[in-house]
């Protein structure tokens, strides 16, 4: 059974992280993986003893995280199995390595090494950019109790693991899910996509109500019991989808949108919520 791996350090952002990844690996039956990363050079073998002694006792210090971890998580889900690993290297880089057979990744926004004031750490940025599975950054106080999975819908075909994935949390939560679609006017979106300076909002309008219905409606017959509130919102979609998370317990956005750059890893909107949202953000890469 694919793991739910969460990155640890023992900062206040961590250990919510600890608290989510433990509740959404009970609600999926999924076993937990605890990852701490240390610098590298603290599995080396010193000549200097002084230098060993200092060495030991960090990694002592590492490994009371990833147990105090563990042992949280068993605390939150009584019963879930919970392994626990120190490691040396890059912090994203080897969270990415992780999950390369992973359910999901989850981190909070930022670290312990993370400076004051920092609303977004460079771990977070890169795993959410760089992850194959679905990237969850917990952010906010990690739950909320709305009853309710928002997911941003823009028609792209790398969107539709995004709209998957949130059908599934709802599912597995048992709880509702809002589908937004935002729109704001003609755009080009390349050569030969040129469209009119004029137009008739009310046409455009039930043009991108059409697109949402479709981009649903595999998923509602793949999940009946799965309540679904879908809206099609004249507005920016960074804007609509922060707003929308203030009353979600998790926004589901993918990593790239419609009108993105080819090659771009993570797009404007993905990156405005890791940095926005008011809940936790799940960033789900759409697959080549």
């Given amino acids: 059974m694919n793991k739910i791996i969460v990155g640890a350090d023992g900062s206040e952002p961590s250990l919510l992280a600890i608290d989510w990844a ?14 701490y990363v240390v610098a590298p050079w603290l599995f080396d073998v010193p000549d ?17 995280i990833v147990d105090a971890a563990a042992a949280r998580a068993r605390d939150r889900v009584p019963g879930l199995e919970v392994t626990g690993e120190q490691t040396g290297g890059q ?15 989850v981190t909070g926004p930022r670290g312990a090494g993370g400076l004051t004031g920092l609303v977004l750490g460079s771990v977070a940025m ?39 994935f949130a059908f599934e949390e709802a599912a597995v939560r048992g709880v509702r899910l809002r589908a937004l ?36 409606a595999g998923w509602r017959a793949k999940y009946p019991d799965v309540e679904v509130a879908a ?13 929308a998370s203030a009353h979600a317990d998790l926004l589901v956005v993918g990593s790239r949108g419609r009108g993105g750059f080819t090659g771009l890893l993570l797009g404007s909107v993905g990156q ?15 697959r080549p």
């Fill in 91 to 105: 912090p994203a880089k080897v969270l990415i390595e992780r999950t390369r057979d992973a359910l999901m990744l």
């Fill in 231 to 243: 809206e099609a919102v004249r507005g920016r979609a960074a804007h609509v989808l922060a707003e």
């Fill in 22 to 35: 433990a509740a959404e690996a009970g609600r999926r039956g999924a076993p937990l993986h605890v990852v």
């Fill in 181 to 216: 679609l935002a729109w704001t006017h003609p755009a080009s979106t390349g050569p030969g996509a040129m469209l009119p300076p004029v137009y008739d909002r009310g046409i455009l309008a039930a043009d991108e109500e059409r697109l949402l219905t479709e981009s649903l």
């Fill in 126 to 164: 890169q795993v959410a950019a760089h992850v194959p599975c679905p990237a969850v950054i917990v952010r906010g106080a990690g739950t909320s109790g709305h009853g309710e999975i928002a997911v941003g819908v823009d028609g792209s075909p790398a969107g539709a693991d995004a709209i998957g």
């Fill in 48 to 64: 200097d003893p002084g230098a060993a002694q200092v060495r030991e006792q960090m990694l002592r210090d590492g490994q009371a």
């Fill in 272 to 286: 405005a919520m890791l940095l926005r949202a008011h809940c936790p953000v799940a960033i789900v890469p759409g």
